[in-house]
């Protein structure tokens, strides 16, 4: 889970991970490139070796998050974290630095997925508003079951 005191390792883990999705995009993308280039056996290799990467990737994100310290509320609350920080801080700063590098084309697309950042934000909280309501009807529901179980005894 997040620390506050990130080890060396933990960061390596995070670099590590980052590397790893970003090569898995980035043959998946190379993949579409072979195919309209009408070359499907490099395209089938590109894919495959997408495929290894999201393995590695997997491998490091179970280090970072144990799979026996997650739950659906937890699930939520990292993803409406890693959310709000593109939306706050990463994408606002990225479109600073392209406008004053005078790229405006990549300002115009970190603006644009800023924006959808924050929409999936707003998804991944309202899911877990609802998933949070679900938990405590179930609690009570839970808690009469044991209460009419208690007074059969």
């Known amino acids: ?29 190379f993949a579409k490139q072979a195919k309209r280039l009408g070359n499907l056996e490099i395209a089938k290799l590109f894919e495959d070796t997408a495929n290894q990467e999201t393995a590695h990737a997997f491998s490091h994100l179970e280090l970072i998050y144990p799979p026996n310290e997650l739950n659906v509320a937890k699930l939520l609350e990292i993803a409406i974290e890693g959310e709000l920080y593109e939306t706050n801080q990463m994408y606002p700063g990225f479109e600073k630095t392209a ?14 997925q800023a924006k959808e950042s924050k929409e999936h934000a707003s998804i991944f909280a309202q899911a877990a508003k609802r998933f949070n309501s679900l938990a405590k009807v179930e609690k009570l529901h839970a808690d009469r079951y044991q209460k009419a179980l208690n007074n059969l005894h």
């Open 1 to 29: 889970m997040k620390k506050t005191n990130q080890t060396q390792t933990d960061k390596n883990l995070q670099t590590a991970f980052a590397g790893e999705s970003m090569a898995n995009r980035k043959y998946l993308y």
């Open 99 to 112: 406008k004053l590098e005078g790229n405006l084309e990549a300002a115009i697309e970190f603006v644009e």
